[in-house]
């Protein structure tokens, strides 16, 4: 089973910047992988696609401001986050699309006003 390993979250002020990477332990070559995110109390959302290929979709919350990418050689997908916003803020998940994984631990994600 692949296990996925999300970091690069962190603190950062409303206009920043965040990359974030997630690993996989296997390969995710065939699939289509999605980041998500989840505030407290809420629940967890889509918000970017890419497949294989490396076609991208992404939630309106997001567009024009996150980048979703991979690199399958070394089973990573990442999300560049630009114009952070308050409401942005929440633990970041990576997993396929459709989620077929066990969710990992997530990287949390926190923008200050």
């Known amino acids: 089973q692949v296990q996925l390993v999300e970091s690069g979250g962190g603190l950062v002020q409303a206009g920043g910047s965040l990359r974030l990477s997630c690993a996989a332990s296997?390969?995710?070559?065939?699939?289509?992988m999605g980041w998500y995110r989840q505030a407290p109390g809420k629940q967890r959302d889509f918000l970017a696609r890419?497949?294989?290929?490396?076609?991208?979709d992404y939630a309106d919350s997001v567009k024009g401001r996150f980048t979703i990418s991979r690199d399958n050689a070394k089973n990573t997908v990442y999300l560049q986050m630009n114009s952070l916003k308050p409401e942005d803020t929440a633990v970041y998940y990576c997993?396929?699309?459709?989620?077929?994984?066990?969710w990992g631990q997530g990287t949390q994600v926190t923008v200050s006003s």
């Open positions: 890419i497949t294989r290929g490396g076609s991208t």
């Open positions: 997993n396929s699309d459709p989620a077929a994984y066990h």
């Open positions: 296997g390969s995710i070559g065939i699939d289509a």
